[in-house]
């Protein structure tokens, strides 16, 4: 069962996954703290390479399936124009001024 959007327990990884579904490049931008890195399948990413090919240029989507972690880790059915739909893991690193400094994906 897909939790909504609006009911994800921290506040960050909402904004997040709310910005990915709005394909609203600024807001997804705006939740990341300066210098944010991230990882794809264990290997780490530019970030802005893979946000641009992986989410906005691709009509990325995030559909949340379960949460864990006081809602920073999540584990949803993830598609994009590229690759169509394949379940995902998420992990995001939020800081203390309620930005994330990094997050992780890969296939679950």
């Known amino acids: 069962m897909t939790i909504q959007t609006s009911k994800l327990s921290d506040p960050t990884v909402r ?3 709310a910005a990915v579904n709005a394909h ?3 807001a997804f931008m705006g939740v990341l703290a300066p210098g ?3 990882a794809d399948d264990g ?3 530019d970030l802005t390479d893979w946000v641009d090919r992986e989410i906005f240029s691709s009509n990325g989507h995030l559909e ?5 972690n006081r809602g920073r880790d999540l584990v949803a ?3 994009n124009d590229t690759y169509g ?3 995902t893991r998420w992990h995001f690193e939020v800081e203390d001024d309620g930005r994330i400094s ?3 994906t890969g296939q679950a």
């Open 24 to 26: 609203d490049r600024d």
């Open 36 to 38: 944010a890195t991230m």
């Open 64 to 68: 949340v399936d379960n949460e864990s």
């Open 85 to 87: 739909e394949m379940r």
């Open 15 to 17: 904004a997040f996954v």
């Open 77 to 79: 059915s993830y598609r």
């Open 43 to 45: 290997t780490d990413r």
């Open 102 to 104: 990094r997050f992780e």
